[in-house]
């Protein structure tokens, strides 16, 4: 709207004259042109006291007298030399454009004032001038990934302690993560040690080159589905990161062998490497960074990969300071590969090994690996369709330090390979697992006297339907030192079998896991405690659904250190827990009542005085307790966490 405001009379509205000295001097402050339809007596100065009207193309030149009509360049010139801290973080709020300026000035081109870094250093302590050690970690998920966000990052961060730790999960659909956001990271945090992106499609090697030129002190670096990023980023990484410890590949396709024969190049300090499901990377890649003589590799795995027999032949020459090797689904590997790794005689101080669903482990192959890893103590064996009781036996005899093995879905391991693990592990094997092996099955078998495996301490069986009471009887003589049991899902297991096993323990049992034994009753739970609350403290017999109140009485009166007591889906009710509640050496920190429907609001009294040393209670799908006494115990049981 265009109006036009006169002004007659004296000098009312503004004493004193024009504001110029001179008139032609106006005109380089208002043009009264078409421009503007505001008119102004030649000789009257005007105060700005009300609301003047202007149109849009006055303002736009308003405007274009302040900072924001600065090219870039020169921000940049007045950006670079403002002092680290809460000056340049205040230029970063004003606006989009500043803070992208801001997050894009490189450390080296700061200009350093020495009155500027002492004043500085005396308000941020130790701290340096830019980047600092590295001390904060940032975490960017889902529509929190933005370019935004990583340049308020970079330029936050800066004087705070410096940014360690980044870690993209996801992307903004609309405005994710671009080689923008990565490019103020490497510009704003040259301390930055770890880097993690997950699924994050938008970035490309672009991105990763700018991280590995800027940021030359990263450690480790992790890549999960970045489909946009190739070799190229990843031989960028090696040349600049020379401190690379960690590296960790998975699903990225285009990334393959002449990637990782750089990182084995250049990355001397690299100790531990996890490659999955990467399909360009084969035989060349992995030869390349193993047969490198300055690297130092300790951890190793590789999942879902088309490498063949060759792969595994130069692991076990060159894998000389490997102690850790992860092989998982590695279809093309064969038995051969397996026997020329062992007897490579490389692998002399693997301690960890762990192979699952490779059809190349058979009795030939893992005897090879046993005899060849004389320092392996852990191995955990899973899906091996073609080991067989006379693998595993040799292998054991093989394996001579061997503490910790688990089985898991070993189909083909029977009663016998069970039994001879124990009689050939005796004096070192500590901790023995197996999981859903259906080969095994409850014989009646009569053993030669032999010496009893002293050495084990923890037994773990899992969904094994077949094993029953005859091999708990056995295991009661041959293992009289165990203090952790875990029978888990065993249908077949009874009263009549587990009290062998009970009784014959010397040690003290600690912890106890029934779960899933549906035929155990209140006798065998008699028993243990009696013959082991001195020592016992974890108790699970979740789902044991002939357990009732009897064993819970005999917990409040044996178990002085249990802490841990979880008896959901049992037979318990209200009279139950108030036994628990008059124990008097009784201090449980965890209980859980999950599925008992007998227990209702009259346990209130009894659950507000176990309250006292209670630090979880989960009462979930107890239907008897009302919403209220919830509310009541949630108000009573403060420092305890009640699920419900």
Same mark, same amino acid.
């Given at each position: 709207?265009?109006?036009?405001?006169?002004?007659?009379?004296?000098?009312?509205?503004?004493?004193?004259?024009?504001?110029?000295?001179?008139?032609?001097?106006?005109?380089?402050?208002?043009?009264?042109?078409?421009?503007?339809?505001?008119?102004?007596?030649?000789?009257?100065?005007?105060?700005?006291?009300?609301?003047?009207?202007?149109? $849009?193309?006055?303002?736009?030149?308003?405007?274009?007298?302040?900072?924001?009509?600065?090219?870039?360049?020169?921000?940049?010139?007045?950006?670079?030399? &403002?002092?680290?801290?809460?000056?340049?973080?205040?230029?970063?709020?004003?606006?989009?454009?500043?803070?992208?300026?801001?997050?894009?000035?490189?450390?080296?081109?700061?200009?350093?004032?020495?009155?500027?870094?002492?004043?500085?250093?005396?308000?941020?302590?130790?701290?340096?001038?830019?980047?600092?050690?590295?001390?904060?970690?940032?975490?960017?998920?889902?529509?929190?990934?933005? !370019?935004?966000?990583?340049?308020?990052?970079?330029?936050?961060?800066?004087?705070?302690?410096?940014?360690?730790?980044?870690?993209?999960?996801?992307?903004?659909?609309?405005?994710?993560?671009?080689?923008?956001?990565?490019?103020?990271?490497?510009?704003?945090?040259?301390?930055?040690?770890?880097?993690? *992106?997950?699924?994050?499609?938008?970035?490309?090697?672009?991105?990763?080159?700018?991280?590995?030129?800027?940021?030359?002190?990263?450690?480790?670096?992790?890549?999960?589905?970045?489909?946009?990023?190739?070799?190229?980023? @990843?031989?960028?990484?090696?040349?600049?990161?020379?401190?690379?410890?960690?590296?960790?590949?998975?699903?990225?396709?285009?990334?393959?062998?002449?990637?990782?024969?750089?990182?084995?190049?250049?990355?001397?300090?690299?100790?531990?490497?996890?490659?999955?499901?990467?399909?360009?990377?084969?035989?060349?890649?992995?030869?390349?960074?193993?047969?490198?003589?300055?690297?130092?590799?300790?951890?190793?795995? @590789?999942?879902?990969?088309?490498?063949?027999?060759?792969?595994?032949?130069?692991?076990?020459?060159?894998?000389?300071?490997?102690?850790?090797?992860?092989?998982?689904?590695?279809?093309?590997?064969?038995?051969?590969?397996?026997?020329?790794?062992?007897?490579?005689?490389? @692998?002399?101080?693997?301690?960890?090994?762990?192979?699952?669903?490779?059809? $190349?482990?058979?009795?030939?192959? &893992?005897?090879?690996?046993?005899?060849?890893?004389?320092?392996?103590?852990?191995?955990?064996?899973?899906?091996?369709?073609?080991?067989?009781?006379?693998?595993?036996?040799?292998?054991?005899?093989?394996?001579?330090?061997?503490?910790?093995?688990? &089985?898991?879905?070993?189909?083909?391991?029977?009663?016998?390979?069970?039994?001879?693990?124990?009689?050939?592990?005796?004096?070192?094997?500590?901790?023995?697992?197996?999981?859903?092996?259906?080969?095994?099955?409850?014989?009646?078998?009569?053993?030669?006297?032999?010496?009893?495996?002293?050495?084990?301490?923890?037994?773990?069986?899992?969904?094994?339907?077949?094993?029953?009471?005859?091999?708990?009887?056995?295991?009661?003589?041959?293992?009289?030192?165990?203090?952790?049991?875990?029978?888990?899902? &065993?249908?077949?297991?009874?009263?009549?079998?587990? @009290?062998?096993?009970?009784?014959?323990?010397?040690? $003290?049992?600690?912890?106890?896991?029934?779960?899933?034994?549906?035929?155990?009753?209140?006798?065998?739970?008699?028993?243990?405690?009696?013959?082991?609350?001195?020592?016992?403290?974890?108790?699970?017999?979740?789902?044991?659904?002939?357990?009732?109140?009897?064993?819970?009485?005999?917990?409040?009166?044996?178990?002085?250190?249990?802490?841990?007591? !979880?008896?959901?889906?049992?037979?318990?009710?209200?009279?139950?827990?108030?036994? *628990?509640?008059?124990?008097?050496?009784?201090?449980?920190?965890?209980?859980?009542?999950?599925?008992?429907?007998?227990?209702?609001?009259?346990?209130?009294?009894?659950?507000?005085?176990?309250?006292?040393?209670?630090?979880?209670?989960?009462?979930?799908?107890?239907?008897?307790?009302?919403?209220?006494?919830? !509310?009541?115990?949630?108000?009573?049981?403060?420092?305890? !966490?009640?699920?419900?």
């Amino acid at each position: 709207m265009s109006k036009v405001f006169g002004f007659s009379g004296g000098d009312d509205f503004c004493p004193g004259g024009s504001i110029y000295s001179n008139p032609k001097e106006a005109s380089f402050f208002l043009s009264l042109g078409h421009e503007v339809d505001v008119y102004f007596p030649p000789r009257k100065r005007s105060r700005i006291s009300a609301p003047i009207v202007f149109n $849009g193309e006055w303002f736009e030149q308003m405007q274009k007298t302040s900072i924001e009509a600065l090219p870039d360049e020169c921000l940049f010139e007045i950006f670079r030399r &403002l002092p680290v801290g809460k000056e340049r973080s205040a230029c970063a709020s004003v606006s989009k454009r500043w803070l992208m300026l801001l997050s894009n000035i490189c450390k080296n081109e700061i200009c350093s004032n020495k009155n500027t870094l002492l004043e500085e250093s005396e308000k941020e302590g130790d701290d340096e001038e830019f980047g600092g050690e590295g001390y904060l970690s940032r975490s960017l998920e889902g529509k929190k990934a933005t !370019d935004v966000r990583l340049a308020a990052i970079a330029v936050g961060t800066a004087s705070r302690g410096g940014l360690g730790k980044l870690s993209i999960r996801g992307s903004n659909m609309d405005r994710g993560v671009t080689t923008l956001g990565l490019k103020a990271v490497a510009h704003g945090c040259p301390s930055l040690k770890a880097l993690s *992106l997950w699924n994050v499609a938008t970035i490309g090697d672009e991105g990763l080159i700018e991280i590995a030129n800027g940021c030359q002190k990263l450690e480790k670096l992790d890549l999960c589905k970045c489909s946009s990023i190739s070799d190229k980023a @990843l031989v960028a990484v090696a040349k600049n990161c020379p401190n690379l410890t960690e590296l960790s590949l998975e699903s990225c396709p285009n990334i393959g062998n002449e990637g990782l024969q750089a990182i084995g190049k250049f990355c001397s300090n690299l100790r531990s490497i996890s490659i999955k499901d990467c399909a360009g990377v084969g035989d060349q890649g992995i030869a390349g960074l193993f047969s490198s003589t300055s690297l130092v590799l300790t951890k190793v795995k @590789l999942q879902a990969l088309t490498v063949s027999d060759l792969s595994l032949a130069v692991i076990g020459h060159y894998g000389k300071t490997v102690t850790d090797l992860v092989l998982n689904f590695l279809p093309n590997v064969s038995e051969r590969g397996f026997w020329v790794m062992g007897n490579s005689n490389g @692998l002399q101080k693997l301690k960890s090994l762990t192979i699952a669903s490779c059809r $190349g482990v058979t009795d030939i192959g &893992l005897e090879a690996v046993g005899k060849g890893c004389p320092n392996l103590k852990s191995v955990h064996l899973h899906k091996c369709a073609f080991l067989s009781d006379n693998g595993l036996i040799s292998f054991t005899k093989a394996a001579s330090s061997l503490e910790s093995l688990q &089985l898991e879905e070993c189909h083909r391991i029977t009663q016998c390979g069970f039994f001879g693990v124990l009689f050939n592990c005796g004096t070192k094997l500590k901790a023995l697992s197996l999981v859903s092996c259906y080969g095994i099955n409850d014989l009646n078998l009569v053993l030669s006297p032999v010496s009893p495996c002293e050495s084990l301490r923890s037994l773990s069986i899992r969904n094994c339907p077949g094993f029953g009471n005859g091999t708990l009887s056995v295991l009661g003589k041959l293992c009289p030192q165990i203090q952790h049991i875990e029978l888990s899902g &065993l249908d077949g297991v009874t009263d009549a079998g587990f @009290l062998p096993l009970v009784e014959s323990s010397e040690a $003290g049992l600690v912890k106890v896991n029934l779960s899933g034994c549906i035929n155990l009753t209140d006798k065998v739970v008699s028993s243990l405690v009696n013959l082991h609350g001195w020592t016992l403290e974890n108790l699970n017999l979740d789902g044991c659904k002939n357990i009732g109140d009897a064993s819970l009485m005999a917990i409040a009166e044996n178990c002085s250190l249990l802490c841990d007591l !979880d008896v959901s889906k049992c037979a318990i009710t209200d009279a139950g827990i108030a036994a *628990l509640a008059q124990a008097k050496q009784l201090n449980l920190q965890i209980l859980s009542l999950s599925g008992c429907t007998s227990v209702s609001d009259r346990s209130l009294p009894a659950l507000r005085k176990l309250g006292h040393t209670l630090l979880g209670l989960n009462i979930k799908h107890c239907n008897a307790i009302s919403s209220s006494t919830v !509310d009541m115990l949630v108000e009573l049981l403060w420092r305890c !966490d009640i699920l419900s």
